[in-house]
């Protein structure tokens, strides 16, 4: 018996299952960038909400694959200037923030904790992505944040970062290593511990 001739709808059906096949192939390749497809289509799809709800993963960069030295000359609320080139010879912790983002608002103590307890040996700086002089003022006055915050309303720091850090995507925490390149982030509220390590790496890894 021969097999019958190809219909249209056989030819539809084969179509359909070299489809879900070729599907089911790339699935394994693009697990590794799931976390990038989630946030980008967060930061695309329209819903108004004006964020990007990170979960806090990490990602790590290997030194032979890092940036060159983030660049940022500005002056922070206070009117202290702020030149990350003479921040070179130790880690640098830059974290995303704006007053009235509730996961900002619960990593702030904890932020606090670790830019006292690593004092003089890390930067601490923060880029407020919306707030004028007030209310960013006042959100440090209330944690009592030791360190100080640039204004990014214009949004030219998160452009800058947006290799890593996704526009919208607030909380967000780099870590720069000795030499000012990005060697960590952590998208969403960082948990301390891990933020911690982090921390203790970029001062203690051989570049």
Not at 8 to 15: G, V
Not at 91 to 101: D, Q
Not at 156 to 165: E, G, H, P, R, S
């Amino acid at each position: 018996m021969t097999d019958p001739v190809p219909t249209p709808r056989n030819l539809s059906r084969r179509t359909m299952l070299r489809s879900l096949m070729l599907t089911a192939a790339i699935v394994p390749l693009a697990a590794c960038g799931a976390k990038e497809d989630s946030l980008t289509a967060q930061a695309n799809n329209g819903d108004g909400k004006n964020y990007i709800a990170g979960d806090g993963a990490v990602q790590e960069y290997e030194a032979s694959k890092r940036s060159e030295p983030v660049d940022i000359t500005a002056t922070t609320y206070h009117g202290t200037d702020v030149d990350f080139s003479k921040w070179e010879g130790k880690p640098v912790v830059l974290n995303f923030w704006y007053a009235a983002c509730a996961p900002c608002r619960i990593e702030a103590p904890d932020l606090k904790k670790l830019a006292n307890k690593f004092g003089d040996k890390v930067e601490f700086i923060g880029v407020n992505v919306r707030d004028e002089a007030e209310a960013a003022k006042a959100f440090e006055r209330t944690f009592d944040l030791p360190y100080e915050s640039i204004q990014d309303t214009s949004g030219d720091i998160q452009l800058a970062m947006t290799k890593y850090v996704p526009l919208q995507a607030v909380p967000s925490t780099l870590v720069l290593d000795r030499k000012g390149r990005v060697r960590a982030r952590v998208i969403g509220a960082a948990d301390p511990g891990t933020l911690k390590s982090l921390i203790d790496t970029a001062l203690t890894e051989e570049l």
